[in-house]
């Protein structure tokens, strides 16, 4: 039977954590020592889980500039739209991304382009060609 969202394809690859008796280990193993590492630092268990800690890999790895398809590689996703709920970009990730793009100081060219699709940035800077 082919792999789905719903049913992922049998695993293959060697495994990166061990449980006690040298398989693979478990979701639920991987919970239970988040649990009881949540319980020994006093911390709300309830919040704590490895789909939190999921959803941190991913964010840090976004919010470093890792490329969407390598993060949804990693996270075993064959779907970007999958990937993209693990994001949650904030006004300073906007204004990081945006200031990637080149500009020209000595035009004076607008440097925040927000309008850049409906509105091409231009010599003048605020999309007039």
Known sequence: MPASEDQPAPVTSPALLLNRRGQ????????DIIRAIAADANLDEEHITAH????????TLIRGGTDLVAVADMLGHARLDTVRLYTHPSAADRERALNLLPYDANQARWR????????????AGRGTP
Not at 24 to 31: D, E, K, N
Not at 52 to 59: C, D, K, S
């Open 24 to 31: 693979r280990l478990s979701v639920r193993g991987a919970g």
């Open 112 to 123: 925040y382009c927000t309008y850049l699709v409906a509105t091409p940035c231009t010599a």
């Open 52 to 59: 939190v800690g999921r959803h941190t890999f991913a964010t």
